[in-house]
Protein backbone atom coordinates (compact mmCIF):
# COMPACT_ATOMS: atom_id res chain seq x y z
CA UNK A 1 0.00 0.00 0.00
CA UNK A 2 0.95 3.29 -0.86
CA UNK A 3 0.88 5.93 1.94
CA UNK A 4 0.94 9.46 2.07
CA UNK A 5 3.03 11.28 4.39
CA UNK A 6 2.32 15.35 4.44
CA UNK A 7 3.77 16.33 7.54
CA UNK A 8 7.22 18.72 8.73
CA UNK A 9 8.51 15.30 10.51
CA UNK A 10 7.60 13.01 7.46
CA UNK A 11 11.50 11.78 7.31
CA UNK A 12 11.25 10.31 10.81
CA UNK A 13 7.95 9.38 10.36
CA UNK A 14 9.36 7.47 6.89
CA UNK A 15 12.00 6.16 8.46
CA UNK A 16 10.13 3.83 11.51
CA UNK A 17 7.58 3.15 8.70
CA UNK A 18 10.66 1.32 6.76
CA UNK A 19 11.83 -0.17 9.90
CA UNK A 20 8.05 -1.57 11.16
CA UNK A 21 6.46 -1.84 8.28
CA UNK A 22 8.62 -2.27 5.27
CA UNK A 23 5.95 -3.36 3.08
CA UNK A 24 4.57 -0.45 2.81
CA UNK A 25 5.72 2.74 0.25
CA UNK A 26 5.15 5.58 2.29
CA UNK A 27 6.37 8.74 0.26
CA UNK A 28 6.59 12.85 1.04
CA UNK A 29 7.94 15.83 0.41
CA UNK A 30 8.41 19.40 1.44
CA UNK A 31 7.36 20.93 -1.72
CA UNK A 32 3.61 21.60 -2.06
CA UNK A 33 3.52 20.95 -5.80
CA UNK A 34 5.19 17.81 -5.12
CA UNK A 35 2.62 16.54 -2.49
CA UNK A 36 -0.21 17.63 -4.91
CA UNK A 37 1.45 15.32 -7.61
CA UNK A 38 2.55 11.98 -5.10
CA UNK A 39 -1.57 12.51 -3.25
CA UNK A 40 -3.71 11.09 -6.29
CA UNK A 41 -1.88 7.82 -5.93
CA UNK A 42 -2.34 7.19 -2.00
CA UNK A 43 -5.35 6.30 -0.39
CA UNK A 44 -4.13 6.58 3.00
CA UNK A 45 -2.99 9.40 4.25
CA UNK A 46 -0.51 10.27 7.35
CA UNK A 47 -0.52 13.56 8.09
CA UNK A 48 -0.75 17.57 9.54
CA UNK A 49 -3.99 19.72 8.67
CA UNK A 50 -1.85 22.45 7.70
CA UNK A 51 -0.38 20.61 5.10
CA UNK A 52 -3.48 18.25 3.95
CA UNK A 53 -5.99 21.46 3.31
CA UNK A 54 -4.88 22.62 0.22
CA UNK A 55 -4.74 19.25 -0.95
CA UNK A 56 -8.28 18.70 -0.37
CA UNK A 57 -9.25 22.05 -1.72
CA UNK A 58 -7.85 20.62 -4.73
CA UNK A 59 -10.44 18.57 -4.78
CA UNK A 60 -7.72 15.32 -3.48
CA UNK A 61 -8.70 12.77 -1.31
CA UNK A 62 -7.33 9.80 0.51
CA UNK A 63 -9.90 7.03 1.52
CA UNK A 64 -8.78 7.31 5.05
CA UNK A 65 -6.49 10.59 6.31
CA UNK A 66 -4.82 9.70 9.82
CA UNK A 67 -4.30 13.67 11.40
CA UNK A 68 -1.22 14.30 12.88
CA UNK A 69 -2.77 16.89 15.20
CA UNK A 70 -5.28 16.08 18.23
CA UNK A 71 -7.32 18.82 16.69
CA UNK A 72 -8.67 18.89 13.26
CA UNK A 73 -10.79 21.93 12.58
CA UNK A 74 -9.14 23.06 10.12
CA UNK A 75 -10.65 19.99 7.71
CA UNK A 76 -13.75 20.67 8.94
CA UNK A 77 -13.74 23.98 6.38
CA UNK A 78 -17.43 23.83 4.58
CA UNK A 79 -15.63 23.75 1.35
CA UNK A 80 -13.41 20.93 1.50
CA UNK A 81 -14.01 17.82 0.36
CA UNK A 82 -14.88 15.15 2.91
CA UNK A 83 -16.04 11.74 1.91
CA UNK A 84 -13.25 9.61 3.42
CA UNK A 85 -12.59 8.58 6.70
CA UNK A 86 -11.15 10.73 9.20
CA UNK A 87 -9.01 10.59 12.28
CA UNK A 88 -6.89 12.58 14.71
CA UNK A 89 -4.14 12.15 17.07
CA UNK A 90 -5.64 10.53 20.07
CA UNK A 91 -3.41 8.75 23.33
CA UNK A 92 -0.31 10.42 22.07
CA UNK A 93 -0.42 13.29 23.98
CA UNK A 94 -1.23 12.33 27.59
CA UNK A 95 1.82 12.44 29.26
CA UNK A 96 3.61 15.91 27.74
CA UNK A 97 0.12 17.42 28.47
CA UNK A 98 0.50 16.71 31.70
CA UNK A 99 4.20 17.41 31.97
CA UNK A 100 3.48 20.39 31.01
CA UNK A 101 0.79 21.31 33.42
CA UNK A 102 2.55 20.04 36.34
CA UNK A 103 5.57 22.53 35.15
CA UNK A 104 3.50 25.48 35.30
CA UNK A 105 1.16 24.21 38.14
CA UNK A 106 4.64 23.51 40.42
CA UNK A 107 6.19 27.18 38.89
CA UNK A 108 3.22 28.88 40.41
CA UNK A 109 3.11 27.14 43.35
CA UNK A 110 6.37 28.07 44.22
CA UNK A 111 6.53 31.89 42.88
CA UNK A 112 8.88 30.64 40.45
CA UNK A 113 8.58 33.67 38.24
CA UNK A 114 8.53 36.38 40.41
CA UNK A 115 11.47 35.06 42.14
CA UNK A 116 12.93 35.74 38.57
CA UNK A 117 11.94 38.61 38.80
CA UNK A 118 13.43 39.33 42.57
CA UNK A 119 16.84 38.05 41.19
CA UNK A 120 16.54 40.65 37.90
CA UNK A 121 16.20 43.63 40.83
CA UNK A 122 18.86 41.79 43.25
CA UNK A 123 16.28 41.99 45.52
CA UNK A 124 16.66 38.79 48.48
CA UNK A 125 12.80 37.13 48.15
CA UNK A 126 12.37 35.08 51.22
CA UNK A 127 8.90 34.19 50.93
CA UNK A 128 7.79 30.58 52.06
CA UNK A 129 5.80 28.75 49.49
CA UNK A 130 3.27 26.71 50.01
CA UNK A 131 2.32 23.00 49.00
CA UNK A 132 0.41 21.63 45.74
CA UNK A 133 -1.02 19.16 49.26
CA UNK A 134 -4.45 20.06 49.44
CA UNK A 135 -5.24 22.21 46.37
CA UNK A 136 -8.12 22.16 44.21
CA UNK A 137 -7.47 21.39 40.74
CA UNK A 138 -10.12 21.74 38.13
CA UNK A 139 -9.79 19.96 34.91
CA UNK A 140 -11.90 21.16 32.38
CA UNK A 141 -12.40 18.63 29.65
CA UNK A 142 -12.06 15.03 31.18
CA UNK A 143 -10.97 12.76 28.24
CA UNK A 144 -8.33 10.89 27.39
CA UNK A 145 -5.85 14.11 28.31
CA UNK A 146 -7.48 15.25 30.88
CA UNK A 147 -7.73 11.78 32.74
CA UNK A 148 -3.86 12.02 32.48
CA UNK A 149 -3.14 15.10 33.61
CA UNK A 150 -5.07 14.20 36.83
CA UNK A 151 -3.09 11.03 36.89
CA UNK A 152 -0.14 12.75 37.15
CA UNK A 153 -1.56 15.70 39.58
CA UNK A 154 -2.70 13.12 42.16
CA UNK A 155 0.08 11.76 43.78
CA UNK A 156 0.57 15.70 44.88
CA UNK A 157 -2.39 15.23 47.35
CA UNK A 158 -4.17 17.69 45.46
CA UNK A 159 -8.38 17.40 45.28
CA UNK A 160 -9.33 16.65 41.57
CA UNK A 161 -12.79 17.55 39.64
CA UNK A 162 -13.55 17.31 35.48
CA UNK A 163 -16.36 19.06 33.56
CA UNK A 164 -17.26 16.92 30.98
CA UNK A 165 -19.56 17.05 28.53
CA UNK A 166 -22.09 14.87 31.27
CA UNK A 167 -21.71 14.01 34.73
CA UNK A 168 -19.85 10.66 35.13
CA UNK A 169 -17.85 8.49 38.01
CA UNK A 170 -13.83 8.93 36.38
CA UNK A 171 -11.19 8.01 38.23
CA UNK A 172 -8.97 9.59 39.63
CA UNK A 173 -11.30 12.72 39.45
CA UNK A 174 -13.15 12.78 43.06
CA UNK A 175 -16.34 13.56 40.14
CA UNK A 176 -16.89 15.00 36.82
CA UNK A 177 -19.35 17.42 36.48
CA UNK A 178 -21.22 18.92 33.02
CA UNK A 179 -20.19 22.19 31.52
CA UNK A 180 -23.26 23.60 33.19
CA UNK A 181 -21.88 23.21 36.37
CA UNK A 182 -18.04 25.18 35.01
CA UNK A 183 -19.24 28.60 36.80
CA UNK A 184 -20.01 26.84 39.90
CA UNK A 185 -16.62 24.73 40.03
CA UNK A 186 -14.70 27.82 38.50
CA UNK A 187 -15.52 29.46 42.02
CA UNK A 188 -14.21 26.35 44.17
CA UNK A 189 -10.76 26.05 42.16
CA UNK A 190 -6.99 26.84 42.84
CA UNK A 191 -6.13 25.92 39.22
CA UNK A 192 -8.40 25.95 36.40
CA UNK A 193 -7.19 23.93 33.63
CA UNK A 194 -8.60 24.24 30.38
CA UNK A 195 -8.56 21.17 27.79
CA UNK A 196 -11.39 21.82 25.78
CA UNK A 197 -11.76 21.14 21.96
CA UNK A 198 -12.79 23.36 19.65
CA UNK A 199 -16.21 23.25 18.74
CA UNK A 200 -19.48 25.22 18.73
CA UNK A 201 -19.99 24.78 21.94
CA UNK A 202 -16.74 25.44 23.46
CA UNK A 203 -15.77 28.90 21.97
CA UNK A 204 -15.79 32.20 24.30
CA UNK A 205 -17.15 30.00 27.72
CA UNK A 206 -14.06 32.05 29.58
CA UNK A 207 -15.61 35.34 29.70
CA UNK A 208 -15.51 38.18 31.95
CA UNK A 209 -18.47 36.58 34.09
CA UNK A 210 -16.31 33.27 34.47
CA UNK A 211 -13.45 34.92 35.25
CA UNK A 212 -15.71 36.83 37.83
CA UNK A 213 -16.48 33.89 39.40
CA UNK A 214 -12.64 31.90 39.63
CA UNK A 215 -10.51 33.22 43.52
CA UNK A 216 -8.34 36.05 43.15
CA UNK A 217 -5.36 33.05 44.06
CA UNK A 218 -6.26 30.95 41.34
CA UNK A 219 -4.25 30.70 38.37
CA UNK A 220 -5.78 29.61 34.76
CA UNK A 221 -4.41 27.49 32.45
CA UNK A 222 -4.95 27.45 28.88
CA UNK A 223 -3.70 24.79 26.94
CA UNK A 224 -7.03 23.77 24.93
CA UNK A 225 -8.01 26.30 21.88
CA UNK A 226 -7.59 29.74 21.99
CA UNK A 227 -10.96 30.62 20.79
CA UNK A 228 -12.42 29.00 24.37
CA UNK A 229 -10.87 32.48 25.78
CA UNK A 230 -12.78 36.05 25.39
CA UNK A 231 -9.35 37.85 25.23
CA UNK A 232 -10.28 40.76 26.25
CA UNK A 233 -11.86 39.63 29.03
CA UNK A 234 -9.22 37.72 29.97
CA UNK A 235 -6.83 40.72 30.12
CA UNK A 236 -9.36 43.15 32.21
CA UNK A 237 -9.82 39.87 34.92
CA UNK A 238 -6.07 40.13 35.21
CA UNK A 239 -6.07 43.85 35.72
CA UNK A 240 -8.49 43.39 38.03
CA UNK A 241 -7.38 40.97 40.42
CA UNK A 242 -10.04 38.49 39.79
CA UNK A 243 -7.20 35.38 38.98
CA UNK A 244 -3.68 35.38 40.40
CA UNK A 245 -2.68 34.54 36.86
CA UNK A 246 -3.07 32.86 33.73
CA UNK A 247 -0.37 30.25 31.37
CA UNK A 248 -1.72 30.83 27.91
CA UNK A 249 -0.48 28.20 25.29
CA UNK A 250 -3.10 28.80 22.82
CA UNK A 251 -4.66 31.72 20.90
CA UNK A 252 -6.71 32.56 18.66
CA UNK A 253 -4.38 33.97 16.02
CA UNK A 254 -1.00 32.04 16.05
CA UNK A 255 1.53 33.83 15.74
CA UNK A 256 0.31 36.18 17.95
CA UNK A 257 0.62 39.85 16.34
CA UNK A 258 2.91 42.26 18.00
CA UNK A 259 0.51 44.66 19.29
CA UNK A 260 -2.10 42.18 21.08
CA UNK A 261 -2.49 42.87 24.77
CA UNK A 262 -1.79 39.24 25.61
CA UNK A 263 2.31 40.37 25.69
CA UNK A 264 1.88 42.95 28.18
CA UNK A 265 -0.88 41.92 30.34
CA UNK A 266 -0.03 41.40 33.79
CA UNK A 267 0.96 38.11 35.10
CA UNK A 268 0.37 36.15 31.72
CA UNK A 269 2.55 33.80 30.26
CA UNK A 270 2.71 33.00 26.94
CA UNK A 271 4.13 29.58 25.83
CA UNK A 272 4.00 29.50 22.13
CA UNK A 273 1.84 26.45 21.16
CA UNK A 274 4.39 24.23 22.91
CA UNK A 275 2.90 22.19 25.71
CA UNK A 276 1.84 19.05 23.82
CA UNK A 277 4.35 18.27 20.56
CA UNK A 278 3.72 15.34 18.93
CA UNK A 279 6.45 12.30 19.14
CA UNK A 280 6.94 10.60 15.65
CA UNK A 281 7.63 7.05 17.67
CA UNK A 282 3.60 7.69 19.50
CA UNK A 283 2.42 8.48 15.81
CA UNK A 284 3.39 6.17 13.90
CA UNK A 285 2.43 3.93 16.65
CA UNK A 286 -1.21 5.07 16.12
CA UNK A 287 -1.04 5.01 12.86
CA UNK A 288 -0.19 1.23 12.23
CA UNK A 289 -2.54 0.50 14.62
CA UNK A 290 -5.35 1.90 13.14
CA UNK A 291 -4.06 0.97 9.71
CA UNK A 292 -4.35 -2.81 10.70
CA UNK A 293 -7.99 -1.82 11.94
CA UNK A 294 -8.90 0.05 8.58
CA UNK A 295 -7.51 -2.96 6.48
CA UNK A 296 -9.35 -5.26 8.86
CA UNK A 297 -12.76 -3.60 8.88
CA UNK A 298 -12.69 -2.72 12.71
CA UNK A 299 -13.31 0.68 14.59
CA UNK A 300 -10.95 3.51 13.98
CA UNK A 301 -9.36 5.11 17.03
CA UNK A 302 -10.35 8.76 17.63
CA UNK A 303 -12.34 9.09 14.33
CA UNK A 304 -14.22 12.10 13.58
CA UNK A 305 -18.20 12.52 12.93
CA UNK A 306 -18.00 15.28 10.65
CA UNK A 307 -21.59 16.50 11.42
CA UNK A 308 -20.69 16.51 15.25
CA UNK A 309 -17.45 18.21 14.68
CA UNK A 310 -15.09 15.86 16.77
Known sequence: MKVLLADEKHRRHAELLRALAPSLEAVGSDDADELH????????????????VPLLRAGLRPQWLQSSWAGITPLLAED???????????GIFGQVMAEYVLTYVLAHERQLLSRLASQVERRWDARMPSSLAG???LIVGAGNIGQSVARFLAPFGVELRGIAREP?????FAEVLGMDALAEQAAWADYLINLLPDTPATRDVYDAALFARMRPEALFINTGRGVAVVDADLV???????????????????????AHPFWTAPRLLLTGHSSAPTLPELLVGLFLDNLARFQGG????????FQRGY
Not at 168 to 172: D, E, Q, V
Open 168 to 172: RALAP
Open 80 to 90: LVRGYRLTRAV
Open 236 to 258: ASLQAGHLAGAVIDVCREEPLPP
Open 298 to 305: QPLRGEVD
Open 135 to 137: RRV
Open 37 to 52: GLAGDCPVWLGSPDRV
